[in-house]
């Protein structure tokens, strides 16, 4: 990507954006990011590392891929990345903070053609470029235990998860219940939108996940019997 772009000042995405409605954000064509509409924007670059498989959880549960999220400093759940500094385009800020915060290889240096969606959210002046790239199972693996000896391990990072890509017989457990989770900026439809993109989940399973029709408070499920296990 030839054109430099950075962050105006901002040291951390909490500091754009913490939580918003899908409905503020617009995704728009990379080829537009030129245009003077966009030329006083911050950036902010995230991914989503996952690779497939159908190894079953609890000998049970299909878990169709295995997607990294992060726990972050704030309680918020995310993915990995973070704003563009000066000198910096989109695609070498998010090698950067991949190194900081996930220890990655240099196996799994994202590339420009990696960049799948750019969010843009008007009332914040900021476009959001989302980055996803599939890895072998065991180089999965190894990115998460790499993860623990990162720079920002335990500061900015407070730990690696996975993605539940399943539903449990009570309708909630699984990734209903993961949903309902507080997510940083838009991470929440990035995941969504990722899954859609990837065939990973159909629509109609996503939106039943996003509006559970048996369960919906967690105190119901935490009373709910041991022996439910779809």
Known sequence: MSRMIFNKGLQFEDEIIITESQIDFEIIDAKTVVDEKYKNCSHASHCMIYSPTDFPILN?????????MQLRFDGHIGFPGGVVDAGENVEEALNRELSEEMDI???????????????YNKKRSLLLHFFIKQVSPELLRNIELRSTKALEYGNEVLGVLRVPLYTMGDGYRGFPAFLQNKFIGNAKYQLIESLKLLNIMSVEEIEKALNPERLHSPAIVENLPEDITG
Request: hydrophobic share 55%; charged share 30%.
């Open 60 to 68: 049970v549960f299909k878990s169709r891929a295995i997607i990294l």
């Open 105 to 119: 290889p240099a196996s799994v240096m994202m590339e420009i053609e990696d960049r799948k969606f750019i969010h």
